[in-house]
C-alpha cells in the first residue's frame, strides 16, 4: 500500500484547487474556536445539512471543545423544480429532535443565491428554537437573491462552481479533500 497521501496531485478534472487541506484545516479549526466561545456552557444541536455538509460537519464537530454541550442532527432538503424565485424548499429528512428551546447551529456546505437557507431558517424559526445560526464553508457572496447573513463562514469565494470537501457535481468529487473549480468538459 502506498503511503502518499490522496491529495498528492489533484484530479484530473480540477482545473484549480482554491483552498487545499491545510487552508481548510486551519480556517475549520478556526471556526470551532469562535463556536466554542460563543456556546461555551450550554447545550448546542448542530444541524448537518445532507449531502454537502457532510465532510466539513465531521472537521467542525472536532474542532468544537468540550465546553459546549453538542447534539448532532442532520436534515436533507431539495429544492422544488422550478422554485428557484421562490427558494421555497421541500424537506427530504427532518430532524430527530425538536429544536423548541434549543440553540440550533445549522452547517452548510456553501450558501449562493441564499433561498435555500432563507427558506430552511424561516421553516426552523417556525418550530421555535432559543436561538438559531447559520455556519456555512463557503460564501459566494455576490450571488444573492436574497439578503441572507450566516453568522459564522468559512471563506467567501466568486460565483464559479466548486466541488471537493463534500461538494459534487452530479453526485461526484465529493470525497475531494480540498475545494477545486472543475475543468469545463
Ligand atoms: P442557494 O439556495 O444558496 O442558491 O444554494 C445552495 C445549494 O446550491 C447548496 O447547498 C449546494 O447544494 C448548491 N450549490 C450552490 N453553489 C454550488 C457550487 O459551487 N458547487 C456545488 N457543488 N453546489 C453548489
Do not use: W
Not at 68 to 75: A, R
Not at 127 to 145: F, H, I, M, Q
Request: charged content about 25%.
Amino acid at each position: 500500500m502506498s503511503s502518499a497521501p490522496a491529495s498528492a496531485s489533484p484530479h484530473p478534472d480540477v482545473k484549480k484547487v482554491l483552498f487545499d487541506e491545510d487552508a481548510l484545516r486551519a480556517r475549520v479549526r478556526e471556526l470551532g474556536a469562535c463556536i466554542t466561545r460563543d456556546y461555551a456552557g450550554r447545550r448546542l444541536m448542530v444541524v448537518g445539512v445532507l449531502k454537502g455538509s457532510l465532510i466539513f460537519m465531521a472537521d467542525l464537530l472536532r474542532a468544537i471543545g468540550p465546553e459546549v454541550d453538542v447534539h448532532v442532527d442532520f436534515v436533507a432538503v431539495s429544492s422544488y423544480a422550478g422554485s428557484a424565485s421562490t427558494g421555497t424548499i421541500r424537506v427530504l429528512l427532518d430532524l430527530r429532535e425538536n429544536p423548541e428551546g434549543r440553540d440550533v447551529l445549522v452547517v452548510e456546505d456553501i450558501v449562493d443565491t441564499g433561498l435555500t437557507l432563507s427558506s430552511l431558517t424561516e421553516t426552523l424559526r417556525a418550530r421555535r428554537p432559543a436561538s438559531l445560526e447559520v455556519c456555512t464553508l463557503l460564501d459566494k457572496v455576490s450571488c444573492r437573491k436574497t439578503p441572507f447573513q450566516p453568522k459564522y463562514k468559512g471563506f467567501e469565494i466568486p460565483d464559479e462552481f466548486v466541488v471537493g470537501f463534500g461538494l459534487d457535481y452530479d453526485e461526484r468529487y465529493r470525497q475531494l479533500p480540498y475545494v477545486a473549480i472543475l475543468r469545463t468538459p
